[in-house]
Structures are given as structure tokens and as C-alpha cells.
């Protein structure tokens, strides 16, 4: 699996970027995961302050 982003929601702030420990998601204009790398830890998720990110 790999965490799955919500285009439409992401605001870009970069905080799930910080908190991957697997480097698994990048920020440009919006969120973008990493299939390679993501191993569905969820701190993303959790610390998404939009909601944007689902696994
Ligand atoms: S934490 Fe949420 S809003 Fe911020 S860049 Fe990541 S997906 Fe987008």
C-alpha cells in the first residue's frame, strides 16, 4: 500500500514530508507519496492539519 493523497485538500505545509522516517513523501505543490518507499507508518497522516492524507 501506499498512503494516498487528497489533491484537492493538501495546502502544501510540508509537515508530512518532516515527520516521514522512510523519506517516503515529497512536497512540491502538493503532496506527492513515494510507492518505493512508504511503508504505511501513518505519521503522516496523523499529522496532516488538513485531513489530506488516507492509507
Ligand atoms: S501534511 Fe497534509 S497538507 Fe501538509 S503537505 Fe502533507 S498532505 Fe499536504
Sequence with gaps: ????VDEDT???CGQCEEVCPVD???VNAVAVADE???EDIGDCVEICPVDALSL
Design 10 to 12: 493538501c495546502i502544501a
Design 24 to 26: 517516503g513523501i515529497k
Design 36 to 38: 518505493s518507499k512508504c
Design 1 to 4: 500500500m501506499v498512503v494516498k
